[in-house]
């Protein structure tokens, strides 16, 4: 059994690996789906294992410089799947498929995943989480800002911090919480009524609708809000 996508909990990889072979695979689409895998049945510390065939990942700080074991870093990917960019997007294509720094001359490319990585003593890499405000929820990937900016497009609604929520209830497993600063003359349902507006237009997806909102006095502007 592989499963993918998203992060796998520690106590669902040890219920199923009693019935189950079972295999954790990170497989971002950018490089054709999947770029690593590791074996969970009886691992001691869970991982995303090490590169498949024809693929190579690296572990790099911020200057694109290789990083030892043990060191935090960004995952960067290499290989004979990568995709050559974005369709139709140009800008981002040119912001997450850099140049290889080991290429040597050549026009190699790496994608930068964004995931906060870093490489255990075995070969394997282990993933700690985003450099960025991207989550996944039920496999959708969400930019968390992306939905802060609609929900202050209300003229009632100064600031927002939309944040994951887990197990908020056992149908949705994880779910969008919004909390909107509001000017103290605007109603509460103003706020709500216009989240629900956004989740009937078409280009809006229902995933990035959130499912509560609470209202607070005040959104702090520094970086570590939450």
Not at 28 to 56: D, F, W, Y
Not at 148 to 158: D, F, K
Request: charged share 25%.
């Amino acid at each position: 059994l592989v499963v993918g996508g998203e992060a796998v909990e520690p106590e669902l990889a040890k219920a199923w690996s009693i019935r189950y072979r079972l295999f954790n695979a990170y497989e971002p689409t950018e490089a054709t789906v999947c770029v690593s895998m590791a074996p969970l049945s009886g691992a001691k510390q869970l991982s995303i294992g090490k590169p498949i065939h024809n693929t190579r990942l690296y572990v790099l700080d911020d200057k694109r410089q290789l990083l030892p074991y043990g060191v935090p870093g960004e995952l960067y990917v290499g290989g004979a799947g990568l995709a050559r960019g974005y369709l139709h997007n140009a800008e981002l294509s040119t912001d997450k498929f850099v140049t290889s720094p080991f290429s040597k001359g050549t026009s190699e490319k790496h994608y930068r995943t964004g995931d906060r990585v870093k490489l255990l003593p075995r070969g394997d890499i282990e993933f700690l989480g985003r450099l960025d405000q991207k989550v996944k929820i039920r496999g959708f990937r969400i930019e968390l800002g992306e939905i802060e900016h609609q929900l202050t497009a209300c003229s009632e609604v100064p600031s927002a911090v939309v944040v994951v929520r887990k197990k908020c209830c056992k149908a949705l497993g994880e779910c969008l919480v919004a909390s909107s600063q509001m000017y103290k003359a605007a109603p509460e349902h103003k706020a709500i009524s216009h989240s629900q507006t956004l989740a009937s237009k078409p280009y809006y997806p229902h995933y990035q609708c959130s499912t509560g909102i609470m209202r607070i006095g005040n959104v702090s502007d520094c970086r570590h809000r939450i």
